[in-house]
């Protein structure tokens, strides 16, 4: 919001004229507009808000500068619904007086409700400047840098909002969403406790105790809270989905699929609605079925160890797959009809084929095919790479000078799934990219040119880039499978390569996602993955000495 075209419009509006210039007039003018201030804030308490905005738009046409009046005004306007007038006049309020942390506050706030982060957070700062005691503006800051991913900096925030506060049980509640979102789930689950005891029967804490319980690996007590929480009146889609994980996570696959069923309404998430009758678990012999995409690609990806099962019953199979992998879908399906596209795509293209007998989501084929852990089959890779291009990465790789190649992802997930604790920045890699006789490839995906650059010129380290050659999906899975290994954290690059039946090692944080099971070394979708997983929270430097230890050991039986 431009300053100057607020002021400027103010004035039009208003008809402001610049104060008198005699100090006897002034004082009488700025003495009228100060009763009029007192009558119109009383008037706004009251809910007389017509007679509170003439009497504030008349203290203000004799003292514009009068910043609390502006701020009165703009509450006014915040309580009759004119949201854009009411945050000219909190902008106009702190213009006029910089040091009333009120507006400073409730300008943050609009902020905040358009989703314009940054400018909420320099105006709570603002508000902290003008008042450092105002709790409220510590808290909502803390809230916003949590949102906008400076996880240090929210955590200052929340932690001097306690201190102002310390009996606030919101802030203990946001303080242990920004420790579980940073891996810190013990201690989360001492602040959503404090949280409780100061709010009990909050269904939004009861539910993120049973998330931290659940991250501490604690599951049949995780399940327990869930179970209690989905007791009361009030559904909480919130404690739906992760009661879901939590089963899933504890190896209880029927009760798990059976429970993540209701995934669409937990998360007012609408279903795609094609034409057809969804599948309930019916004979498929010589029926046609469409199984359509949902979720990330990670999942498609995942979930599509599934189709050889239902292709195996159904006379035909349609596969709507995300855009990105509808040629590796073709090619690892041949006998499927498959359509790439994106989710809100026409459905034209479904007239130009039969009628489907029935629809299912790909992420509900697991409840059909995967119902325990010997359900899973132990195989070598669903997915195929085409050859050509794989013969092409193994010469541009270099695959006859005698040096592993290993392909690395040290990011994953975005700020709202978890990519602080997914994602190992590249320094913490060096003991590893030190060993020689490796050649070491980055699958990561971005522009992560400045990382390697730094990687290279810091510590003389190379690490190969292709940048936007493997951008796309289908070369990805030729590179992939032309390395000797990949070594990643939580990522796409994960799934590609076990369902490609590639090795591929997977760094994992202390509280891991949901797919993966609780402890021991493998996972049951990709029977070639290799899991090393973290003991503390943030404490990687253990985990890269173990896969480095592996390395060595990989190094010593290839060279025998």
Known sequence: MDFRTVLKSWRARQGATPAASEPAAVAADRAAAGE??????????????????????RAIELWHGCGEAHHQLGLVHLEQGRVEDAADCFQLATHFAPGLAAAHLDLGNFHKSRGELEQAAACYRAAIKADPALWDAHCRLGFVLYKLG????????????????????????????????????????????????????TPETLACIAHALRDLGRLDEALAQYNSVLARPEQFGDAVINRCYALLMRGDYAAGWAEYERRFTATATPERGFPFPAWRGEPLSGKRILVYAEQGLGDEIMFASCLPDVMQRAGHVVIECNARLARLFARSFPLATVHGGNKD?????????PPADFQIAIGSLPLHFRSAR??????CGYLRADAARVEFWRARLGACNGRLRVGIA???GSLRSRQFTRSVTLPCWLPLLAQLDVDYVSLQYGDVADELARLRDQHGVMVRSFGDDIADINELAAAITALDLVISVDTTVVHLAGALG???WVLLPSAPEWRYPRSGATMP???SARLFRQAKPCEWAPVISRVGDAMQQLAQVRDA
């Open 525 to 527: 979708w990709y029977p």
């Open 345 to 353: 795509d026409d459905r034209a293209w479904l007239r130009a084929l």
């Open 502 to 504: 590639h090795p591929v």
């Open 410 to 412: 040290w990011r994953g």
């Open 36 to 57: 009029l201030l007192r009558r119109g804030a009383l008037q706004r308490q009251g809910a007389q808000y017509d007679e509170a905005a003439r009497n504030l738009t």
């Open 150 to 201: 400076r996880y240090a900096e929210s955590q200052a925030s929340h932690a001097a909002a306690l201190a102002a506060k310390p009996d606030f049980a919101e802030m203990h509640h946001n303080l242990g969403l920004l420790l579980l979102e940073t891996g810190y789930a013990e201690e989360a689950l001492r602040s959503f406790e404090r949280a409780l005891a100061l709010r009990p029967a």
């Open 374 to 379: 010997s359900a899973f089959p132990v195989h």
